[in-house]
């Protein structure tokens, strides 16, 4: 029997809520399991719980709040049950009593303080060193991310199987190890620094382009990846890779209200009221390029981009961006951490730098590529130069393929919109 309407929107209610909070939820049960895998667990059965019982309740006035007490409970049973286990009942039941009864409002503060802290711990367990670098970003995408399992294995171009076994193994590789709940400290902090900015930067950028749904953007996830950004910022100021990552954050979030029109369809770069930006993001984002700058050691790709995002910023108009910066910065970006979709996006600055031929000519030797076998930009950068090109019958069929490999309902929306501008007769977009 078909869910009614009112219940279709508890779900999707539920849905919005766990999206935003799962990750707050998690990290409030991993201090206090000390298990990541547990804690989980703890948090699922929260949300099983508000799919239950909201339909027939309603929604909470708070449903952040309803649904963090339910975890935070669902917690201090496993460790009741796991003091049981260890025979330990009597001092148990003095023990949760006290939580529960005489020590409430200390543990409800104690459990709600600094929310933001027991997300940055689950950002470095979940980036531990006992686990695989692909586990490190799976996991902590998983965690903090809220992702799903398709939408991961989308970002690093693998099988969805392939992702799947990889959080399952982190999460028994860390049980296993007993990995203390913390924030790492000096040299092991820097250790794991590399680790911790690549999972922030996969978060933000999921959140900049939804991979998937019907939404272009998805500003929870661009917000938390930003506000880990800055607090990673303050405990490691001689980084300069933290502040460059914080600057491309911050300048790229500067376009967020740009980026759609009134209806929420895209709104690319080159065609947005530039009047429509955030200039204290900007301002925000400069600053920490110069921190970035003032450290010295020379600029890491994190800060190459934002400088590469720092030059859009200055434009006052599409017209005045300094393109041939622009493509000198992503050669060197090329050099220092070469990848096909920086390759690709390299095509891009020299198409609008020299010319689209030139760009042409680096897609094409990119069309072979196994990691960009299907990644919808590929096809639709190369129908963006040989429209530009005149060859609009071509265009038409590489804008096509490009809608055909999204899975965002917004981009395949504006891909289809450029396939049918190459008929003939049409100007030009």
């Known amino acids: ?6 219940a279709q929107h508890i779900h999707r209610a539920i849905e919005a809520v766990w999206r935003m909070e799962s990750a707050k939820i998690i990290a409030v049960a991993a201090r206090m ?22 339909p027939e309740t309603g929604t909470p ?11 935070k409970n669902r917690a201090l049973d496993h460790l009741r049950h796991r003091k049981l286990e260890q025979e330990r009942e009597a001092e148990l039941t003095y023990e949760i009593e006290g939580l529960l009864q005489d020590a409430a409002p200390d543990l409800e503060r104690a459990l709600d303080d600094n929310i933001g802290d027991d997300l940055l711990r689950l950002v470095f367990i979940s980036c531990h060193p006992v686990l695989s670098t692909e ?32 959080i399952v193994r982190a999460k028994r590789t860390l049980s296993e190890a007993r990995v203390p709940f913390d924030v790492p400290r000096g040299a092991e902090l820097v250790e794991r620094l590399s680790s911790v900015l690549q999972v922030i930067y996969l978060v933000y950028n999921e959140g900049y382009s939804a991979s998937a749904g019907s939404d272009w953007m998805r500003p929870a996830l661009c917000e938390e990846a930003l506000r880990l950004g800055r607090v990673l910022a303050e405990l490691a100021p001689g980084e300069p890779e933290v502040h460059g990552l914080v600057a491309l954050m911050e ?31 900007i301002r925000r984002g400069l600053a920490a390029l110069a921190r970035a700058e003032r450290v010295g050691r020379g600029l890491g790709p994190y800060a190459l981009q934002a400088a590469i995002a720092a030059c859009h910023a200055r434009a006052r108009a599409a017209a005045d961006t300094d393109w041939g910066r622009i493509a000198a910065l992503y050669d060197a970006l090329a050099q220092l951490a070469p990848s096909p979709v920086v390759e690709l996006n390299r095509a891009v600055a020299l198409s609008m730098a020299f010319g689209p031929e030139t760009g042409l000519e680096v897609v094409d030797g990119l ?17 963006d130069f040989l429209f530009k090109l005149g060859r609009r019958d071509e265009a038409r069929l590489e804008f096509e393929r490009a809608a055909s490999l999204t899975q965002n309902a917004r981009e395949r929306e504006l891909l289809l919109s ?3 501008a190459c008929a003939p007769g049409l100007p030009r977009y």
């Not at 989308?154 to 990889?166: G, I, K, L, N, Y």
């Not at 690319?268 to 930006?277: H, K, V």
């Open 135 to 166: 586990g490190r970003v799976a996991l902590t995408l998983r965690l903090l991310g809220g992702l799903t399992t398709e939408e991961i294995a989308r970002a690093f171009f693998v099988p969805e199987a392939t992702v799947a076994q990889r």
């Open 1 to 6: 029997m078909p869910a009614s309407p009112g």
């Open 33 to 54: 399991l000390r298990d990541v895998g547990t804690a989980e667990e703890v948090a699922q059965d929260a949300l099983l719980a508000a799919l239950e019982r909201w």
């Open 251 to 281: 300048i790229q979030s500067s376009r967020a209200r740009a980026r759609t029109d009134a209806q929420g369809a895209p709104v690319l770069l080159l065609e947005q009221d530039r009047a429509r930006w955030d200039q204290l993001l």
């Open 61 to 71: 006035d708070n449903p952040a709040a309803w649904l963090m007490t339910v975890a």
């Open 367 to 383: 069309l072979e590529e196994p990691a960009l076998k299907n990644y919808h930009l590929l096809p639709s950068v190369r129908g």
């Open 418 to 420: 450029r396939a049918a």
